[in-house]
């Protein structure tokens, strides 16, 4: 059983940054797909961030990018999710997640493992 536990989340003002930050409790799904995602009430999980293959890919969707950074630092087994120029839209739960593959895409059934979740609220 892989744990995951996000801490991180907040609120902040448009124009804001977060860093939300995700430890997992196996070193061995640090080499594998690794990803952020986030819902809304009313609306369908969607993926903000992934990174794959020990670390050498990552993706992102139009909606998010150049604003957040996904990144991982393995020797403290952590995934860190940057929110910079953060928008009231960006208002969700943040969930962590890993997968048994090398390379995915942003899609949640590429993803086993879930954290709890980290609100982060975003006022204009």
């Known amino acids: 059983q892989v744990r995951l536990v996000e801490s991180g989340g907040g609120s902040v003002q448009a124009g804001g940054s977060l860093r939300l930050s995700c430890v997992v409790s196996t070193y061995t799904y640090m080499s594998n797909c690794m990803g952020w995602f986030r819902q809304a009430p009313g609306k369908e999980r969607e993926g903000v961030a992934i990174?794959?293959?020990?670390?050498?890919?990552?993706d992102y969707p139009d909606s998010v990018k150049g604003r957040f950074t996904i990144s991982q630092d393995s020797a403290k087994n952590t995934v860190y999710l940057q929110m910079d120029s953060l928008k009231p839209e960006d208002t969700a739960t943040y969930y962590c997640?890993?997968?048994?593959?090398?390379?995915?895409?942003?899609?949640?059934?590429?993803?086993?493992?879930w954290g709890q979740g980290t609100q982060v609220t975003v006022s204009s």
């Open positions: 997640a890993a997968g048994p593959f090398r390379l995915c895409r942003l899609w949640a059934g590429y993803f086993t493992y």
């Open positions: 990174i794959y293959n020990d670390g050498l890919g990552t």
